[in-house]
């Protein structure tokens, strides 16, 4: 399958080990990779703030730059932004777009997907082949559980990692409270939001707190990091392209 990899801007330029284990974890599989140079912002910041015509442009080059009917699929380690390309492009193409933008949307949004029901999904994997001993809780982010649905496929394919001791987050569902602006206009309530979710890591005493979003990763971790609690934050492609060949950085250097 020749799979077409989308970074997102978080992806780009704050997490890139979050794609790059993405294209590693899909290729190791035996899919051919693709990265369209020309991807930019798939447009979720503006529409969220409520600029929903000035997006127009980028979903018209994300249709272009994925609607290539050599690529069978689109994959991207981020719920939100894969919420974004199968939900809020269609209604940006609806109010603001033409036929051909129309057309192109609905041909990539029919075949894009987030990275763990892509894996379950489409190519009915759960064992991955991965390894990881580590103590490890799964934070299921908003977009992929409210918007996608995505359920647990992300705790189906953890459960499956080799020497993984996998425990149960105390109210997962929970929002950490980064929501895009949201932690930036109510910085007081995503500030208590996101330490109960701290409080809850805390009695699982997980070595990493996973998710499928590294914005949320970047708002827990943060978190983390300030109280100095000794979690760590990984993306869940990073675990998932983890073997015993070559470990992540966390696992090395537990060896």
Do not use: W
């Not at 993405?22 to 529409?47: K, S, Y």
């Amino acid at each position: 399958m020749r799979i077409g990899l989308f970074a997102t801007c978080l992806g780009d330029t704050l997490f890139p080990e979050a794609v790059k284990s993405t294209a590693v974890l899909l290729a190791r599989l035996g899919h051919d990779v693709v990265f369209p140079p020309g991807q930019t912002c798939c447009g979720q910041m503006h529409v969220n703030t409520g600029y929903q015509r000035e997006p127009v442009p980028l979903v018209r080059n994300f249709a272009e730059q994925f609607g290539d009917a050599s690529i069978d699929a689109v994959v991207m380690p981020s719920g939100s932004c894969a919420g974004s390309v199968r939900h809020q492009h269609e209604i940006i193409a609806e109010r603001y777009g033409d036929a051909a933008l129309r057309s192109g949307v609905a041909t990539v949004k029919a075949k894009t997907y987030e990275l763990s029901e892509f894996l379950v999904d489409v190519l009915d994997a759960t064992d991955v082949g991965a390894y990881f001993p580590h103590r490890v809780t799964y934070h299921p982010t908003c977009h992929s559980l409210r918007m996608l649905r995505v359920g647990d496929k992300p705790l189906r394919l953890l459960r499956a990692v080799d020497s993984i001791d996998l425990v149960e987050l105390p109210e997962a569902d929970a929002c950490c409270g980064f929501g895009g602006t949201f932690a930036l206009k109510n910085a007081d309530t995503s500030t208590a939001m996101l330490q109960d979710k701290m409080r809850n890591i805390a009695t699982t005493d997980a070595a990493v707190c996973t998710a499928g979003d590294s914005s949320c990763l970047m708002h827990i971790g943060g978190g983390l990091s300030r109280i100095k609690s000794g979690t760590r934050t990984l993306h869940l492609a990073q675990i998932l392209s983890s073997t015993r060949t070559a470990p992540h950085v966390l696992t090395e250097a537990a060896r």
